[in-house]
C-alpha cells in the first residue's frame, strides 16, 4: 500500500476493517484525503508516520483508533483543515 504514491483520495471507511493503521500509509506523499471512518474494529495509535503527510481531510471517527499524545503529532492533527477521530492515546497504549 505505501507505494501507491500518486493516491490523493483514499476512502476505507464503512469496510468492516479490524486491525492497526501501517505505518506505510506515511508514504503516500500526495494523499489529501483519507476517510477511514466507521471501521469499529481498527485499534490502537495511529501511526506517527502520518505526520509526512499534508492532508486536508482525515475522518477517523467511529474507530477504535487514537491518537499519540506527543506534541508533534497533535499540531499535525489540527492542522488537518478537516479532522475528525477518537480520542488521544492514553500514555499506557502501545
Do not use: K
Request: aromatic letters at 8%.
Amino acid at each position: 500500500m505505501g507505494n501507491l504514491s500518486s493516491v490523493e483520495f483514499l476512502g476505507l471507511q464503512v469496510n468492516e476493517l479490524s486491525g492497526s493503521i501501517p505505518s506505510e500509509l506515511g508514504r503516500l506523499s500526495a494523499l489529501r484525503h483519507l476517510y477511514l471512518f466507521t471501521n469499529g474494529d481498527l485499534r490502537g495509535p495511529l501511526p506517527r508516520e502520518l505526520v509526512d503527510l499534508t492532508l486536508i481531510t482525515f475522518d477517523w471517527i467511529l474507530t477504535g483508533l487514537c491518537s499519540p499524545p506527543d506534541t508533534e503529532f497533535q499540531n499535525w492533527l489540527q492542522s488537518i483543515p478537516r479532522h475528525q477521530g477518537g480520542g488521544v492515546c492514553s500514555n499506557s497504549a502501545p
